[in-house]
Protein backbone atom coordinates (compact mmCIF):
# COMPACT_ATOMS: atom_id res chain seq x y z
CA UNK A 1 0.00 0.00 0.00
CA UNK A 2 1.28 3.49 -0.86
CA UNK A 3 1.79 6.02 1.53
CA UNK A 4 -0.35 8.80 0.92
CA UNK A 5 1.37 12.28 0.33
CA UNK A 6 2.83 14.63 2.96
CA UNK A 7 0.73 17.58 3.29
CA UNK A 8 3.52 20.15 4.47
CA UNK A 9 2.04 23.35 6.50
CA UNK A 10 3.88 25.96 7.60
CA UNK A 11 3.80 26.79 11.65
CA UNK A 12 1.22 29.67 10.92
CA UNK A 13 -1.06 27.52 8.85
CA UNK A 14 -1.04 24.97 11.78
CA UNK A 15 -1.98 27.42 14.08
CA UNK A 16 -4.77 28.84 12.46
CA UNK A 17 -6.43 25.15 12.25
CA UNK A 18 -6.55 24.86 16.01
CA UNK A 19 -9.63 26.66 16.99
CA UNK A 20 -11.73 24.43 15.00
CA UNK A 21 -9.08 21.22 15.88
CA UNK A 22 -9.65 21.66 19.46
CA UNK A 23 -13.72 21.63 18.91
CA UNK A 24 -13.20 18.28 16.36
CA UNK A 25 -10.76 16.27 18.51
CA UNK A 26 -12.47 16.81 21.51
CA UNK A 27 -15.50 15.01 19.90
CA UNK A 28 -13.44 12.72 18.10
CA UNK A 29 -11.83 12.06 22.00
CA UNK A 30 -15.73 11.27 23.29
CA UNK A 31 -16.48 9.24 20.19
CA UNK A 32 -13.14 7.25 20.66
CA UNK A 33 -14.42 6.78 24.59
CA UNK A 34 -17.96 5.34 23.60
CA UNK A 35 -16.68 2.97 21.03
CA UNK A 36 -14.40 1.46 23.95
CA UNK A 37 -16.63 1.31 26.10
CA UNK A 38 -18.79 -0.14 23.91
CA UNK A 39 -16.48 -2.98 23.40
CA UNK A 40 -16.34 -3.38 26.96
CA UNK A 41 -20.18 -4.38 27.05
CA UNK A 42 -21.64 -7.45 26.43
CA UNK A 43 -25.93 -8.09 27.37
CA UNK A 44 -27.06 -11.52 27.46
CA UNK A 45 -30.81 -12.06 27.35
CA UNK A 46 -33.32 -15.20 28.26
CA UNK A 47 -34.93 -14.68 24.94
CA UNK A 48 -32.52 -15.58 21.79
CA UNK A 49 -34.84 -12.78 19.46
CA UNK A 50 -34.06 -10.13 21.79
CA UNK A 51 -30.43 -10.80 21.85
CA UNK A 52 -29.73 -10.80 18.32
CA UNK A 53 -31.91 -7.49 17.97
CA UNK A 54 -29.86 -6.37 20.75
CA UNK A 55 -26.58 -7.10 19.52
CA UNK A 56 -27.16 -5.69 15.51
CA UNK A 57 -28.62 -2.10 17.11
CA UNK A 58 -24.97 -2.37 19.25
CA UNK A 59 -23.15 -3.27 15.79
CA UNK A 60 -24.91 -0.69 13.78
CA UNK A 61 -24.32 2.16 16.77
CA UNK A 62 -20.48 0.96 16.59
CA UNK A 63 -20.20 1.14 12.82
CA UNK A 64 -21.88 4.58 12.57
CA UNK A 65 -19.41 5.79 15.35
CA UNK A 66 -16.55 4.04 13.86
CA UNK A 67 -17.21 5.60 10.47
CA UNK A 68 -17.30 9.06 11.93
CA UNK A 69 -13.72 8.52 13.28
CA UNK A 70 -12.90 7.50 10.22
CA UNK A 71 -14.25 10.08 8.27
CA UNK A 72 -12.99 12.80 10.83
CA UNK A 73 -9.60 11.78 10.78
CA UNK A 74 -9.30 11.63 7.18
CA UNK A 75 -10.80 14.97 6.42
CA UNK A 76 -8.11 16.35 9.13
CA UNK A 77 -5.58 14.96 7.73
CA UNK A 78 -6.23 16.76 4.21
CA UNK A 79 -5.87 19.54 6.00
CA UNK A 80 -2.63 18.35 7.45
CA UNK A 81 -3.42 17.55 11.18
CA UNK A 82 -2.16 14.06 11.92
CA UNK A 83 -4.04 12.60 14.74
CA UNK A 84 -1.69 10.48 16.83
CA UNK A 85 -3.30 9.57 19.91
CA UNK A 86 -7.09 9.93 20.66
CA UNK A 87 -6.57 8.79 24.09
CA UNK A 88 -4.09 12.10 25.03
CA UNK A 89 -5.43 14.04 21.81
CA UNK A 90 -2.13 14.44 20.12
CA UNK A 91 -1.61 16.05 16.88
CA UNK A 92 1.10 16.23 14.43
CA UNK A 93 2.04 18.45 11.39
CA UNK A 94 4.39 17.92 8.98
CA UNK A 95 6.32 21.22 8.01
CA UNK A 96 10.09 21.62 6.54
CA UNK A 97 12.54 23.23 8.55
CA UNK A 98 16.21 24.00 7.33
CA UNK A 99 15.47 21.57 4.41
CA UNK A 100 14.27 18.91 6.46
CA UNK A 101 11.04 17.28 7.09
CA UNK A 102 10.20 17.80 10.35
CA UNK A 103 6.95 17.28 12.63
CA UNK A 104 5.13 20.57 14.80
CA UNK A 105 3.26 18.68 17.68
CA UNK A 106 0.37 19.99 19.61
CA UNK A 107 -1.46 18.33 22.25
CA UNK A 108 -5.29 19.26 23.26
CA UNK A 109 -4.84 21.84 25.99
CA UNK A 110 -1.81 23.55 25.01
CA UNK A 111 -2.89 27.31 24.53
CA UNK A 112 0.05 27.01 21.41
CA UNK A 113 1.68 25.12 19.25
CA UNK A 114 4.99 24.79 21.66
CA UNK A 115 6.94 21.72 20.19
CA UNK A 116 8.78 20.06 17.26
CA UNK A 117 10.18 16.44 16.80
CA UNK A 118 11.90 14.87 14.01
CA UNK A 119 10.47 12.71 11.68
CA UNK A 120 11.57 9.65 13.18
CA UNK A 121 10.78 10.64 17.16
CA UNK A 122 8.09 10.41 18.94
CA UNK A 123 6.38 12.21 21.61
CA UNK A 124 9.09 11.54 23.97
CA UNK A 125 11.84 13.46 21.36
CA UNK A 126 9.73 16.81 21.60
CA UNK A 127 11.98 19.71 21.90
CA UNK A 128 10.83 23.35 22.52
CA UNK A 129 9.82 25.45 18.84
CA UNK A 130 11.94 28.46 20.51
CA UNK A 131 14.89 26.40 20.10
CA UNK A 132 13.96 25.36 16.88
CA UNK A 133 13.77 29.12 15.46
CA UNK A 134 16.63 30.12 17.60
CA UNK A 135 18.67 27.63 15.95
CA UNK A 136 19.73 25.28 18.89
CA UNK A 137 18.85 21.95 17.57
Known amino acids: MDNPPKNYISMDE ?12 TRL ?31 REFHRLSYQIYKNLDELFSKGCIVKDLDIGLVDFYSRFGGRDILLCWQL ?12 GGYEGRKPISKLIEGRV
Not at 17 to 24: A, D, F, I, N
Not at 29 to 38: D, E, F, Q, W, Y
Not at 109 to 120: L, N, P, R, T
Open 14 to 25: ARTLLPGLRKRL
Open 109 to 120: GEADIQYWHEVD
Open 29 to 59: MRIHRALSLMQTIHLSYDDNHAEVISQIKQY
